[in-house]
C-alpha cells in the first residue's frame, strides 16, 4: 500500500486488539499509524541529535510486559512494579519512569555454601568424597553394556552398580563417550561476588544488563549474558576477561541499588555454564548404559536438591520417577525422534 493511500496507517477491524476481562472484552480501535512521520523523525534524530520520536527503552518495557505475561500466565509468582516499588525495594528507580518485573518467589543459594552442608551430611552418614581425581571415565561391562564403575586418570577404579555423570558441561563429551548423544548449548560465563557492602537490597533482580543477587556475608552475587564473547578460553585450559568488562558489569549493579556506596568486585569466576541443547534439564538413566544416570542442568541451584532426591530414587528402587518424564537422555535418540 502506498503511503499516500488514504487507508495508509489504518488497522482493519479484524486485527484490532481486544481490552477486558475474557467474557467482557471489548475491541478497541487503534490510533491511527503514521510510519512516515515516525522515520522522518528517527532520520532526524540520527543525523542532528534531537529526541527520538518514540524512546528505546519503551521496546525493553513492551518485553518486561511480555515476559511477564508469559510468567502468570504458567502461574509463576510475577508482579509488575513501578518506580514507587522499587524505591520501597531500596532500589534506585533509574532515569526514567520504568516498569520492573518482581519474582518475590525467587532467591539465591550460594552453591559453595550448600555443597559444603551436604558434603558434611554424607561424609557424617558414612559416604565416602573422593575430590581431585581429575577426568573419570565410566566404565560399562563389555558383554551387557551394563556400568560397572569409573576409573581415574592415575588408574584408580571405584566399582559400583550405578554411576551418575553429573559433569557440568563435560556431561556430553563423558557420555558421547559411551555412544549416548546429548546436545551441548553450554556458554563461556562468569560469576562476579562483589565486596561486602552497606547496600539494604535483599531481592533477586533480573535485569536487562545484569542479575544480581544477595550472597553470604552482606556481598552480593553478579553475571549477565551480554559480556559472554569478551570471555577467553586458553589452550591449556584456563579463563580469563579483561578487568574493564568485571568493573562495567559491577557499575550496572551499583546503579541499581538506591544510596549506596558503589559496589567493588572482589573475586570472579570464570568457566562454562552448562546448558543442555535444548535448554531443558536432562535427568535419568541411560536406555542404552544400564546402571549410569545422567544429572546435566543450567538451573543446578534451583533443582539440585529436588534433582538430586530423584535421582536417588531412580538409583535406589530401578523405578522411573513420573516427575523426570520429560526430562529424560533418551528424548535426544535418534529412534526417539523418529529418525531411525
Ligand atoms: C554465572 C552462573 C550463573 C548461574 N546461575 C544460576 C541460577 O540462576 N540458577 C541456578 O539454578 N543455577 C545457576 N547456575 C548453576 C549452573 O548453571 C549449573 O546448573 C550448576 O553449576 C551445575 O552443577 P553440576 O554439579 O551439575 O556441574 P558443575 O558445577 O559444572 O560441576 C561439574 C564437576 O564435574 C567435574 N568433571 C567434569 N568432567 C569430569 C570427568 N570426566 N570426570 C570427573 N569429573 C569431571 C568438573 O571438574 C566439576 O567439578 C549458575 C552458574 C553460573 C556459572
Given at each position: 500500500?502506498?503511503?499516500?493511500?488514504?487507508?495508509?496507517?489504518?488497522?482493519?477491524?479484524?486485527?484490532?486488539?481486544v481490552?477486558?476481562?475474557?467474557?467482557?472484552?471489548?475491541?478497541?480501535?487503534?490510533?491511527?499509524?503514521n510510519?512516515?512521520?515516525?522515520?522522518?523523525l528517527l532520520?532526524?534524530?540520527?543525523?542532528?541529535?534531537t529526541?527520538?520520536?518514540?524512546?528505546?527503552?519503551d521496546?525493553v518495557?513492551?518485553?518486561?510486559?511480555?515476559?511477564?505475561?508469559?510468567?502468570?500466565?504458567?502461574g509463576?509468582a510475577?508482579?509488575?512494579?513501578s518506580?514507587?516499588?522499587?524505591t520501597?525495594?531500596?532500589?534506585?528507580?533509574?532515569?526514567?519512569?520504568?516498569?520492573?518485573?518482581?519474582?518475590?518467589?525467587?532467591g539465591?543459594?550460594?552453591?559453595?555454601?550448600?555443597?559444603?552442608?551436604?558434603?558434611?551430611e554424607?561424609?557424617?552418614l558414612?559416604g565416602?568424597?573422593?575430590?581431585?581425581?581429575?577426568?573419570?571415565?565410566?566404565?560399562?561391562?563389555?558383554?551387557?553394556g551394563?556400568?560397572s564403575?569409573v576409573?581415574?586418570?592415575?588408574?584408580?577404579?571405584?566399582?559400583?552398580d550405578?554411576?551418575v555423570?553429573?559433569?557440568?558441561?563435560?556431561?556430553?563429551?563423558?557420555v558421547a563417550?559411551?555412544g549416548?548423544?546429548?546436545?551441548?548449548?553450554?556458554v563461556?560465563s562468569?560469576?562476579?561476588?562483589?565486596?561486602?557492602?552497606?547496600?539494604?537490597?535483599?531481592?533477586?533482580?533480573?535485569?536487562?544488563?545484569?542479575?544480581?543477587?544477595p550472597?553470604?556475608?552482606?556481598?552480593?552475587?553478579?553475571?549477565?549474558?551480554?559480556?559472554?564473547?569478551?570471555i577467553?578460553?586458553?589452550?591449556?585450559?584456563?579463563?580469563?576477561?579483561?578487568?574493564?568488562?568485571?568493573?562495567?558489569l559491577?557499575?550496572?549493579?551499583?546503579?541499581?541499588?538506591?544510596?549506596?556506596?558503589?559496589?567493588?568486585?572482589?573475586s570472579?569466576?570464570?568457566?562454562r555454564?552448562?546448558?543442555?541443547?535444548?535448554?531443558?534439564?536432562?535427568?535419568?538413566e541411560?536406555?542404552?548404559?544400564?546402571?549410569?544416570?545422567?544429572?546435566f542442568t543450567?538451573?543446578?541451584?534451583?533443582?539440585?536438591?529436588?534433582?538430586?532426591?530423584?535421582?536417588?530414587?531412580?538409583?535406589l528402587?530401578?523405578?522411573?520417577?513420573?516427575?523426570?518424564a520429560?526430562f529424560?537422555?533418551?528424548?535426544?535418540?535418534?529412534?526417539?525422534?523418529?529418525?531411525?
Amino acid at each position: 500500500m502506498s503511503p499516500a493511500d488514504p487507508a495508509f496507517g489504518q488497522e482493519p477491524e479484524e486485527h484490532w486488539g481486544v481490552l477486558g476481562e475474557a467474557d467482557k472484552a471489548t475491541p478497541v480501535k487503534p490510533e491511527r499509524g503514521n510510519y512516515a512521520e515516525f522515520y522522518r523523525l528517527l532520520g532526524e534524530a540520527l543525523r542532528e541529535g534531537t529526541e527520538p520520536p518514540v524512546d528505546p527503552s519503551d521496546a525493553v518495557t513492551v518485553l518486561d510486559i511480555i515476559r511477564h505475561a508469559h510468567q502468570v500466565q504458567r502461574g509463576y509468582a510475577s508482579h509488575l512494579v513501578s518506580r514507587a516499588d522499587l524505591t520501597a525495594h531500596h532500589l534506585a528507580p533509574g532515569p526514567r519512569d520504568q516498569l520492573a518485573i518482581h519474582n518475590p518467589g525467587e532467591g539465591w543459594v550460594s552453591l559453595p555454601h550448600l555443597i559444603d552442608a551436604l558434603a558434611t551430611e554424607f561424609a557424617e552418614l558414612g559416604g565416602q568424597l573422593v575430590t581431585g581425581a581429575g577426568r573419570c571415565p565410566v566404565e560399562a561391562e563389555r558383554e551387557n553394556g551394563r556400568v560397572s564403575g569409573v576409573r581415574s586418570e592415575n588408574g584408580r577404579s571405584w566399582h559400583g552398580d550405578a554411576v551418575v555423570v553429573a559433569c557440568g558441561s563435560d556431561t556430553p563429551a563423558v557420555v558421547a563417550e559411551l555412544g549416548v548423544y546429548i546436545p551441548d548449548g553450554s556458554v563461556p560465563s562468569m560469576l562476579v561476588i562483589a565486596e561486602p557492602a552497606r547496600a539494604e537490597a535483599r531481592s533477586v533482580l533480573n535485569t536487562p544488563r545484569v542479575a544480581m543477587r544477595p550472597n553470604p556475608g552482606e556481598t552480593f552475587a553478579i553475571d549477565h549474558s551480554w559480556y559472554e564473547d569478551r570471555i577467553v578460553e586458553h589452550e591449556d585450559g584456563t579463563w580469563s576477561i579483561d578487568e574493564a568488562t568485571v568493573n562495567e558489569l559491577v557499575g550496572e549493579a551499583s546503579a541499581l541499588l538506591d544510596d549506596a556506596e558503589p559496589l567493588i568486585p572482589a573475586s570472579w569466576k570464570l568457566g562454562r555454564k552448562p546448558i543442555p541443547g535444548d535448554g531443558q534439564p536432562v535427568f535419568g538413566e541411560l536406555a542404552t548404559v544400564p546402571g549410569c544416570h545422567v544429572a546435566f542442568t543450567h538451573s543446578g541451584a534451583t533443582l539440585g536438591l529436588i534433582a538430586g532426591e530423584l535421582t536417588t530414587h531412580e538409583v535406589l528402587t530401578g523405578d522411573r520417577h513420573p516427575l523426570l518424564a520429560e526430562f529424560r537422555p533418551e528424548r535426544y535418540s535418534p529412534t526417539h525422534r523418529g529418525e531411525v
